[in-house]
């Protein structure tokens, strides 16, 4: 459901301080009625137990939607079965609702924790029925954030922001694991609003978080029953701002998409070179145990133990192709920001087999054979025609027996043309490949292509006819 795990230790709050302190637009709460949709009970707590105490102490109606009970929060439990976790959180959640200053009870869909994507259509229902009731009020509608990096906060905060736009009432949403897994350079401040919390407020805060004591205690000394928000994550939430994310203006790239049906154009070099020139690794592929792991599954995905010539596009750093470097007797990398080349050719110098060049793709696309060609976070920024040009270009230098590798990351980015789906839709399509191998998860999609005919591993081996 999750890439991270509640257990690490996650970002500390000290690396946030420096970019919360920025000046960010204050949130309008100039409003008649704020309606929160939660994903879990906890949700609305974490992310707007401040701004939902605030709503109360001026006498704006507070409406709160709760998707799922939270069932599966602990699901190695010894002590406590589903049903019990689901009666304990929506008790919880009615007495920090209490704390905060709601006044009537929340309404609970009971979906399942883990499941709302087969749901969508109840959790609209319930905010269009939540909506009608408003009537000719003026409404603030809150949710989970997208791109918080778990499916229940993705699905919630598409559906509402759906509603939403359809009916033009205006909605926010509120990060919440953002600020465990992610850094500063995660977030999209050009879309973030602030608003501060006074001690008395904060206050409400800490009282409504000790409320969901299920999620902050042991439910035992069992294993299994450890706490899921432990004290570094805690502190993200004992601030004494609330930070909310408006959705992408109509006149992004993605909405461009929507109305023309054609992709913007690709990315250019300037985005490439702004993000090196402020950060050594940009997007935290030596830093993240999210990107160790990806790399790993890559390279245990490819079909064969070695390979004789592999291409990889858009390599970085570098941190993708020292370990091609060991699977192949020759790596060419290539990459368009001047500043990563420079950076893998640090890395890898030394490695005879390794050539690491710039070149921008597609219009550069490298000659000669390959039997691997990696496309690993690379072909979603290839707008317009240049998808259709890349991949055609990978398959024109694949080998007979070659394989294409293609990884690309799920959640929506503002500065990207294209998603990741739609790029292994496209490659899914192609008449001249064949799939051998497909792993996906909420965060990433993993796949390995031949040509027609290529044969399984096991085939390959001989273990089948």
Not at 48 to 77: M, N, W, Y
Not at 84 to 109: K, W
Request: proline share 6%; net charge negative.
């Amino acid at each position: 459901m999750v890439s991270f795990d509640h257990r690490d230790p996650g970002t500390d709050e000290d690396t946030w301080a420096p970019a919360l302190a920025r000046p960010l637009p204050a949130l309008d709460l100039d409003v008649d009625r704020v309606v929160v949709v939660a994903a879990h009970p906890d949700d609305e707590s974490l992310g707007a137990a401040g701004l939902l105490a605030t709503a109360a102490a001026r006498g704006i109606t507070i409406d709160l939607i709760v998707a799922t009970d939270g069932e599966g929060s602990h699901p190695d439990s010894p002590t406590h079965s589903p049903a019990t976790l689901a009666l304990m959180r929506r008790r919880e959640l009615i007495d920090a609702a209490r704390i905060v200053g709601l006044t009537s009870d929340p309404l609970f869909l009971g979906l399942p924790d883990g499941g709302t994507d087969e749901h969508r259509d109840a959790i609209a229902a319930a905010l269009r029925g939540t909506l009608d009731r408003a009537g000719a009020d003026s409404v603030l509608v809150l949710s989970t954030w997208q791109g918080d990096g778990h499916r229940d906060h993705r699905v919630v905060g598409e559906v509402v922001e759906g509603v939403c736009a359809a009916r033009g009432v205006r909605s926010r949403a509120f990060p919440i694991w953002l600020w465990h897994w992610g850094e500063p350079v995660d977030v999209p401040w050009r879309d973030a609003e602030r608003l501060t919390l006074p001690p008395p407020v904060r206050d409400a805060k800490a009282r409504a978080l000790e409320a969901h004591a299920s999620q902050f205690r042991p439910l035992s000394a069992a294993p299994g029953d450890e706490p899921m928000i432990h004290a570094g994550m805690r502190a993200h939430f004992e601030r004494d701002v609330e930070v909310f994310l408006a959705p992408e203006p109509t006149t992004s790239r993605e909405a461009a998409r929507s109305s023309t049906g054609v992709a913007p154009d690709s990315v250019g070099q300037e985005y490439f070179d702004d993000m090196y020139a402020r950060h050594d690794d940009p997007w935290g592929f030596d830093s993240r145990w999210y990107e160790e792991r990806k790399r790993a599954l890559l390279l245990a995905a490819l079909p064969r133990r070695r390979y004789r010539s592999a291409l990889e596009a858009g390599c970085s750093t570098g941190a993708v192709t020292a370990q091609l470097a060991d699977r192949c007797d020759r790596v060419l990398a290539v990459d368009l920001a001047p500043a990563a080349v420079e950076r893998a050719q640090r890395r890898l110098a030394g490695r005879d087999n390794v050539e690491v060049r710039r070149a921008r793709l597609p219009d550069e696309w490298p000659e000669g054979e390959f039997d691997l060609v990696v496309l690993s976070e690379v072909a979603y920024y290839w707008g317009g025609d240049d998808l259709d040009r890349g991949l055609a270009a990978s398959v024109r230098v694949l080998t007979g027996d070659g394989h294409l590798v293609a990884c690309h990351w799920r959640h929506p980015v503002a500065e990207y043309p294209r998603s990741g789906d739609s790029v292994h839709d496209a490659l899914a399509v192609r008449a001249d490949l064949v799939r051998l191998a497909r792993h996906e998860e909420e965060d990433f999609v993993l796949e390995v292509f031949g040509r027609r005919g290529a044969r399984s591993v096991a085939a390959e081996a001989g273990l089948v006819s």
